[in-house]
């Protein structure tokens, strides 16, 4: 059974940056896309972006486009979610999944237990 953790949560003022990371195990991880996801209180689960496991192609929500990036290491089972320029409305609770590639939260099995993102001034 696949396992993700997430770390990296926290306060952090508007304009500010956080850097989320995903653990995973027992997952053929170079071959298992990776996608972040958030949510925020009193709305539905919406997809942030996503990375490829083979090629690391990546694929971005428009709210955070330029601020926003994915990456993946293979060797060490990880993948982080760089946020820059953070908004109040970035608050929720970042989730990481493995599952296919795409940001529609209903095609993936394997979640993480979340970690809170609070951006205030």
């Known amino acids: 059974q696949g396992q993700l953790v997430e770390s990296g949560g926290g306060l952090v003022q508007p304009g500010g940056s956080l850097r989320l990371s995903c653990a995973a195990s027992a997952f053929s991880f170079d071959l298992t896309s990776v996608a972040w996801f958030r949510q925020a209180p009193g709305k539905e689960r919406e997809g942030v972006s996503c990375?490829?496991?083979?090629?690391?192609?990546?694929l971005y929500a428009d709210s955070v486009k330029g601020r926003f990036t994915i990456s993946r290491d293979n060797a060490k089972n990880t993948v982080d979610l760089h946020m820059s320029s953070l908004k109040p409305e970035d608050t929720a609770i970042y989730y990481c999944?493995?599952?296919?590639?795409?940001?529609?939260?209903?095609?993936?099995?394997?979640w993480g237990q979340g970690t809170q993102v609070t951006v205030f001034s």
């Open positions: 999944a493995a599952g296919p590639y795409g940001l529609a939260a209903h095609e993936y099995d394997y």
């Open positions: 990375i490829l496991g083979d090629d690391g192609t990546t």
